[in-house]
């Protein structure tokens, strides 16, 4: 079974570009996440979507990220126009369905560096 | 304000003896604890979780405690391994919610030395 994987793995961009992170769930997994990893800081929370809707968007910084999941598979998450402090590396995680143990399973992440 | 604290930002052991990484949270509505493993370059993997209505949860080496008074939590790993060399998350979770999002520590770095 393919686990959660993640696109591109790098990106470097210039201060002010946009930049589109990708995001494919494990198949049949409803619940999917986006967190963020500032250097040295704890993994954040940014999202939650439950198929196409987002459940939980509490953690999203500010509205120059903008996350989708068209037809509630893959997911995207744009950051436009990107600023230094939104450097860090972006992890999506996805998790089967309600009732069982919480357990969700990460991508490898992206690494992005805003010059 | 940070809910779940890892104070250790690293952890050296030698190979084959126990190694106990800590986890504390201030929040009592968490009901449920995660640990996860994270090696470079990787994301993070699901090791062990334990529900708040336990006070243990054993894994193979791995076993995770709850001390729900004292809101704090460890994993213990024994024998370690080489192998076990990565950075451990603490993470919890309110599974009562609309969502099972995780608030994750900054994490320790564990070294086992062989």
């Known amino acids: 079974e393919a686990g959660v994987t993640q696109f591109p793995s790098h990106s470097v961009i210039e201060k002010g570009q946009t930049v589109t992170l990708r995001c494919d769930p494990i198949s049949g997994h409803d619940n999917l996440y986006w967190y963020r990893r500032v250097m040295g800081k704890e993994i954040k929370f940014l999202l939650h979507f439950v198929k196409e809707s987002k459940q939980d968007e509490s953690g999203m910084p500010n509205n120059r990220f903008l996350a989708e999941r068209t037809g509630g598979t893959y997911s995207t998450l744009k950051v436009q126009p990107a600023e230094l402090e939104d450097s860090g590396v972006y992890f999506c995680?996805?998790?089967?369905?309600?009732?069982?143990?919480?357990?969700?399973?990460f991508g490898q992440g992206t690494r992005l560096t805003v010059v | 304000d940070q809910q779940v604290k890892q104070n250790s930002p690293s952890l050296s052991v030698q190979e084959g003896r126990i190694s106990i990484l800590n986890c504390d949270y201030t929040?009592?509505?968490?009901?449920?604890f995660l640990w996860y493993k994270k090696y470079p370059a990787e994301g993070p993997t699901f090791l062990i979780s334990?529900?708040?209505?336990?006070d243990k949860n054993e894994d193979g080496r791995f076993t995770v405690f709850l001390n729900k008074s004292a809101k704090h939590l460890s994993l213990h790993i024994v024998p370690s391994q080489p192998g076990d060399s990565a950075v451990y998350f603490c993470a919890a979770s309110t599974r009562g919610g609309s969502n099972y999002k995780l608030t994750f520590g900054k994490g320790t770095l564990l070294t086992v030395n062989p």
């Open positions: 929040n009592s509505m968490f009901d449920y």
């Open positions: 334990i529900s708040s209505i336990k």
């Open positions: 995680a996805s998790e089967g369905p309600r009732g069982g143990r919480p357990k969700a399973f």
